[in-house]
């Protein structure tokens, strides 16, 4: 299967994938396989999933924890902020409550 770079996926696309990373990493700890094997990432190339990630830990939305021998990531209150701003169905239970 041809893998495309994140970068040339339409920008709505692009936001999406976001709000799953985000959304992945808001329970707890997962590595960048657990995105991996989602289905909506098996279309983008692994070294663009990383990319994502790391560029999502240097603007602050993730905390990275972790050396060489695995990472993993969490949804740190800046994520969790751009979350609700980016996912409607978020911010629509938030705003009834729940």
Known sequence: MNKTH??????DRQNRL??????????GAGTSYDLLTMP???TVADQSV?????????????NRY???????????RLGY???VTLDESL???LRNGG
């Open 50 to 62: 990383s990319r994502l990630l790391y560029g999502m830990v240097y603007s602050g939305l993730l």
């Open 91 to 93: 911010r629509q239970k």
């Open 6 to 11: 994140f970068l040339d996926l339409p920008s």
């Open 18 to 27: 976001r709000v799953l990373a985000l959304r992945r990493f808001l329970p």
């Open 81 to 83: 902020v751009v979350l």
């Open 66 to 76: 972790g050396a060489t021998s695995g990472r993993t990531y969490m949804t740190n």
């Open 40 to 42: 909506e990432f098996q």
